[in-house]
Nanobody, 125 residues
Framework: VQLQASGGGLVQAGGSLRLSCAAS???????????MAWFRQAPGKERTFIGG????????FYADSVKGRFAISKDAADNTVYLEIFSLKPEDTAVYYC????????????????WGKGTLVTVSS
């Protein structure tokens, strides 16, 4: 399984951004068992959970700290998961990672077996 995150860059505070995570390398049957999630890691800090979505895209779960400004979505027809971030703040500056797990609703990075390389988001004030 390969995960490729993209869409990061330099953004001004107050703006919005949409990140993408393209999944490949497994059968449709395998992907159907996956939960996809987004994490982020700010400089010098631990990797933290943002939210996740089941493969069908019909169910999502989020960390309490990000509810309202982050939205995860997935088109049922393709293998791409999206993370939209609204009202960006300088403290959102981080490397954003997508990950996959066969477990649903888990916020711990250790529950995710597959990881993309991450995409850097830098928010200027």
């Amino acid at each position: 399984v390969q995960l490729q995150a993209s869409g990061g860059g330099l953004v001004q505070a107050g703006g919005s951004l949409r990140l993408s995570c393209a999944a490949s390398g497994a059968s449709g049957r395998t992907f159907n068992t996956f939960t996809m999630a987004w994490f982020r890691q700010a400089p010098g800090k631990e990797r933290t959970f943002i939210g996740g979505i089941n493969w069908s895209g019909r169910s999502t779960f989020y960390a309490d700290s990000v509810k309202g400004r982050f939205a995860i979505s997935k088109d049922a027809a393709d293998n791409t998961v999206y993370l939209e971030i609204f009202s960006l703040k300088p403290e959102d500056t981080a490397v954003y990672y997508c990950a996959a797990s066969v477990l649903y609703g888990r916020p711990s990075p250790s529950d995710y077996a597959y990881w993309g390389k991450g995409t850097l988001v830098t928010v200027s004030s």
